[in-house]
């Protein structure tokens, strides 16, 4: 079974930064990608960025050069660092992480957490 605890969000003002984080835990054997993922209302969850165990990087056109995506793996940790945020960012960002858990591969959800950019 694999945990993802998120953290890192709350409100912000337009051009300032916040930094989440996703932390994994559980049987896991190996994580082959970690991303994070954002819905706001009334619209379809996205994709910000993703980061694969080999070390590349992909990101939405909308965050390229803003929301760099990093990961820890000695800690299991990804972190999105959301930098010159706009009102538009505002939405519950989710992290998703690939892994293998006892030789199958599992994709796994966190909770979300609130990322509000608004004065």
């Known amino acids: 079974q694999v945990q993802l605890v998120e953290s890192g969000g709350g409100l912000v003002q337009p051009g300032g930064s916040l930094r989440l984080s996703c932390a994994v835990s559980?049987?896991?054997?190996?994580?082959?990608?970690m991303g994070w993922y954002r819905q706001a209302p009334g619209k379809q969850r996205e994709l910000v960025a993703v980061?694969?165990?080999?070390?590349?990087?992909s990101y939405a056109d909308s965050v390229k050069g803003r929301f760099p995506i990093s990961r820890d793996n000695a800690k299991n940790t990804a972190y999105l660092q959301m930098n010159s945020l706009k009102p538009e960012a505002t939405a519950v960002y989710y992290c998703?992480?690939?892994?293998?858990?006892?030789?199958?591969?599992?994709?796994?959800w966190g909770q979300g957490t609130q990322v509000t950019v608004s004065s």
């Open positions: 559980g049987s896991i054997f190996s994580i082959s990608y």
């Open positions: 998703n992480v690939g892994s293998s858990v006892a030789g199958t591969h599992v994709s796994s």
């Open positions: 980061t694969t165990s080999g070390g590349s990087t």
